[in-house]
T-cell receptor, first 110, second 113 residues
Framework: QKEVEQNSGPLSVPEGAIASLNCTYSDRGSQSFFWYRQYSGKSPELIMSIYSNGDKEDGRFTAQLNKASQYVSLLIRDSQPSDSATYLC??????????FGSGTRLLVRP | DVKVTQSSRYLVKRTGEKVFLECVQDMDHENMFWYRQDPGLGLRLIYF???????EKGDIPEGYSVSREKKERFSLILESASTNQTSMYLCASIMELGLGGYTFGSGTRLTVV
């Protein structure tokens, strides 16, 4: 069974801090990974994708991928209360479909 | 931007009713999905369609069926609704598998009483 694992949280950080969200996956064949943000009662919104080892930056967000360790992370710099949400990690399996983790809830304290 | 529209945000149905959840996308996407999302269980794939009239079972198809008569529309059918089908239902689409992440609709929160 291919799995994507996330700590459910909540991860609580003060406003202005760096929030670090982590994800591990079991399928060594997974090549592409995605981070979604989901506000309470809303649907997931794609915020980052990463396809190769290393870091990818987009504004305050940095996605990191380490295929050897089967580890993906999302860093949010200068966290804002509006970043409070659940963050879903997804990996692409060998049939090109996404396998989703159950999400980590992030709380940014003003 | 791709728009994926789910016809109802909230729905309350009685046990035993036949329930239709509708999803329409406006970008000619080949692939459409139905998920349900429950606390602690994450997103679970119910059914997937890769073309008109083509479908594939996901991880939890029991109690559900789907219909895709037109490319833009993917319907999820609960043949006889039960209380354990109370959940958030999410539709998603993508043009071609392997080319990025999915776009999700706004979701339908279904309560079966």
């Amino acid at each position: 069974q291919k799995e994507v694992e996330q700590n459910s949280g909540p991860l609580s950080v003060p406003e202005g801090a760096i929030a670090s969200l982590n994800c591990t996956y079991s399928d060594r064949g997974s090549q592409s990974f995605f981070w979604y943000r989901q506000y309470s009662g809303k649907s997931p919104e794609l915020i980052m994708s990463i396809y190769s080892n290393g870091d990818k930056e987009d504004g305050r967000f940095t996605a990191q991928l380490n295929k050897a360790s089967q580890y993906v992370s999302l860093l949010i710099r200068d966290s804002q209360p509006s970043d409070s949400a659940t963050y879903l990690c997804a990996g692409m399996d060998s049939s090109y479909k996404l396998i989703f983790g159950s999400g980590t809830r992030l709380l940014v304290r003003p | 931007d791709v728009k994926v529209t789910q016809s109802s945000r909230y729905l309350v149905k009685r046990t035993g009713e036949k329930v239709f959840l509708e999803c329409v996308q406006d970008m000619d996407h080949e692939n459409m999905f139905w998920y349900r999302q429950d606390p602690g269980l994450g997103l679970r794939l119910i059914y997937f369609s890769y073309d008109v009239k083509m479908k594939e079972k996901g991880d939890i198809p029991e109690g559900y069926s789907v219909s895709r008569e037109k490319k833009e529309r993917f319907s999820l059918i609960l043949e006889s609704a039960s209380t354990n089908q109370t959940s958030m239902y999410l539709c998603a689409s993508i043009m071609e598998l392997g080319l990025g992440g999915y776009t999700f609709g706004s979701g339908t929160r279904l309560t079966v009483v």
